[in-house]
């Protein structure tokens, strides 16, 4: 099993979203143009092209901004070192205009990109709040001292500035918590993020303390679990055998990602068998709590078990 790739050496990334929140028609926008450039040819970056403030219709930071939250949800890869961003398969598979659910109108797409931020090591304050803080109550400071004490304590390379720190988990905060409107606010400005909807943190009392919601979540499809349980799977071991534990505790694993308890990850997991058609199975023999799967699942083919979700949503819908 792989440990969490906090450790000394590594390097934190607390910056890129230029202190902008993920908003709801960023990731299409950013989809649209990778995929109109990359159908195109077009040799430059369309983030840092001059025409992009233009084309865009947001300030350079916010088309930074822009960039950074496609790249971290997969929604585009690469444009580093000179070459253009190309798109990425959860792009592909959600954003395209003939893609699931382009313009976001389902809770799918949300768990979806709460996956991709929460196991992501590149987002620090993502990463370490869902998978290693160890309570359900924070307040901003609270997060601020705890990754610069673990800063401090590891110690990561590069060191990280406190207000650097500071910035990125008032980001993070407003990711899932949207900030009050004030009259010194821009109609743009008080957009909430889209993730605000997954109601995985909430403001609690007069000041500023918030809590993380940890239990069912009833807007999470079966599908998105199940991809979520082959994805960790192909990251953490080759082993046909994956315990318990390890989904519900390890850095990176459904339990932690979603801030599912024991009991509803195991409701979930005894449903799996029927979400992968038989290839992945729950089994509790002996006392021993474990998915067994008969084969593996290659992340292309796993991502194509959230569909179920969207037809799930498409039926409810007609009916």
């Known amino acids: 099993m792989s440990l969490s790739p906090l450790k000394p050496g590594y390097k934190p990334q607390l910056s890129g979203h230029e202190t902008f929140p993920m908003r709801y028609g960023w990731l299409k926008k950013a989809y649209d143009a990778v995929a109109h450039a990359q159908q195109e040819a077009v040799e430059h970056s369309v983030f840092n092209h001059e ?10 930071n916010m088309v930074a901004a822009m960039r950074h939250w496609a790249t971290q949800c997969h929604v585009i890869t690469g444009g580093q070192k000179g070459s253009p961003p190309e798109v990425g398969d959860v792009g592909k598979k959600i954003f395209d205009d003939n893609g699931l659910d382009p313009y976001m109108e389902y809770p799918s797409t949300l768990w979806l990109l709460q996956w991709a ?30 990754l610069t004490r673990l800063g401090e304590e590891t110690p990561w390379s590069p060191q990280i500035s406190k207000a650097t720190i500071k910035r990125d988990v008032e980001c993070f905060v407003r990711t899932y918590a949207a900030k009050p409107v004030t009259g010194k606010q821009t109609h743009e400005d008080s957009l909430e993020s889209p993730l605000t909807e997954l109601s995985l943190i909430k403001a609690v009392g007069k000041k500023d303390g918030f809590r993380i919601i940890r239990g069912p979540k009833a807007t999470l499809g079966d599908g998105v679990f199940a991809y979520a349980v082959a994805n960790f799977w192909n990251k953490v071991t080759k082993a046909n055998t994956l315990s318990f534990e390890s989904l519900a505790h390890q850095p990176g694993s459904p339990g932690k990602a979603f801030q599912l308890d024991e009991e509803e990850l195991a409701d979930r997991l005894s449903r799996i068998e029927s979400t992968t058609g038989g290839v992945f199975r729950w089994s509790e023999t002996a006392g021993l709590k474990q998915v067994v799967r008969s084969r593996n699942l290659s992340n292309s083919e796993a991502l194509n078990l959230i569909d179920m979700d969207y037809q799930v949503e498409l039926e409810g819908q007609v009916a």
């Open 117 to 146: 931020l929460a196991t992501n090591p590149n987002l620090t304050t993502w990463y370490w709040v869902f998978n290693h803080y160890n309570s359900d109550h924070f307040e901003r400071d609270t997060l601020v001292q705890g």
């Open 51 to 60: 025409g992009a403030i233009a084309h865009f219709g947001v300030g350079k």
